[in-house]
């Protein structure tokens, strides 16, 4: 979802800040990071599940089938509204950790495209517009709970309840396959048994994912009546 990434100080004066609907780039994106603080709103309007990358896995919100349709930019009656926190917060993002375990604070150095004048970074005391604020404030509440997120995630992992999710789905009269997802074991019996381990080691966060996440792969018919009725428009 970041194209440009550079480190974000507070000294800086000047950042036009644009609608997240004008930064287009972000239509053709259809996972986005997910963190525990808002995990109980994003399983009731979209799939919760895991996504492979080359730090292990990370828990993302599904929130479409296909680039160019992405339903969380939109206002689609097949879901709830529902304002994940990575893109309220962006052109804002996390970066690594430094020594002190304290989330390096990025900004995607993007322009907007659209007719609606941006928001400036400073209001004119110099300080933080009310904008700018809104969204490092999205950042800071995604970020608390963002490392426990991520680490629970590699726990699930390392326990073996991780399993690939190979998804396809007919649209009209195409097939459109999902890759790269994972799922915890179908298997309900092997689940419970490799699940009991993991919530020994971190307790009710472990049996909240687990419960959420499950509860949200219902969300995927929303996905599908959603996409094959704009296939049929």
């Given at each position: 979802?970041y194209?440009?990434?550079?480190?974000?100080?507070y000294e800086?004066?000047?950042?036009?800040?644009?609608s997240?609907a004008?930064?287009?780039?972000?239509?053709k994106?259809i996972t986005f990071?997910?963190s525990l603080?808002e995990v109980?709103?994003?399983?009731?309007?979209?799939?919760v599940?895991?996504?492979?990358?080359?730090d292990?896995?990370?828990?993302?919100a599904?929130?479409?089938?296909?680039p160019?349709?992405?339903y969380a930019?939109?206002?689609?009656?097949?879901?709830?509204?529902c304002?994940l926190?990575?893109?309220?917060a962006?052109?804002?993002?996390?970066g690594?950790?430094?020594?002190e375990?304290?989330?390096?604070?990025l900004?995607d150095?993007v322009?907007?495209?659209?007719?609606?004048?941006?928001?400036?970074?400073r209001?004119a005391a110099?300080?933080?517009?009310?904008?700018?604020?809104?969204?490092l404030?999205?950042?800071?509440?995604?970020?608390?709970s963002?490392?426990?997120?991520?680490?629970?995630s590699?726990?699930?992992?390392?326990?073996?309840?991780?399993?690939?999710?190979?998804?396809?789905?007919?649209?009209?009269?195409?097939f459109v396959?999902?890759?790269?997802?994972e799922?915890?074991d179908r298997?309900?019996?092997i689940?419970?048994?490799?699940?009991?381990g993991v919530?020994e080691?971190?307790?009710?966060?472990?049996?909240h994912?687990?419960t959420?996440h499950?509860?949200?792969?219902?969300?995927?018919q929303n996905l599908?009546?959603?996409?094959?009725?704009a296939?049929?428009a």
């Open positions: 979802m194209k440009n990434l550079a480190p974000f100080s800086r004066k000047r950042l036009e800040l644009f997240t004008q930064y287009k780039h972000l239509n994106t990071p997910v603080v109980n709103n994003v399983a009731h309007s979209y799939p599940v895991w996504q492979r990358n080359k292990g896995v990370e828990l993302v599904l929130v479409g089938l296909e160019d349709h992405n930019l939109s206002q689609h009656p097949n879901f709830v509204r304002n926190l990575i893109l309220e962006y052109p804002f993002a996390l690594k950790t430094d020594k375990g304290h989330w390096q604070i900004v150095e322009i907007g495209q659209g007719e609606d004048e941006p928001a400036a970074l209001n110099g300080e933080l517009s009310e904008e700018a604020d809104h969204r404030s999205a950042l800071r509440v995604f970020a608390e963002y490392g426990r997120t991520q680490a629970h590699q726990q699930l992992d390392q326990a073996g309840l991780l399993k690939p999710w190979d998804v396809s789905l007919k649209i009209g009269e195409r396959g999902l890759r790269g997802l799922v915890l298997d309900v019996d689940r419970r048994l490799k699940l009991a919530i080691q971190v307790g009710w966060d472990a049996i994912l687990a959420m499950e509860l949200s792969l219902f969300r995927m599908l009546e959603a996409r094959s009725a296939q049929a």
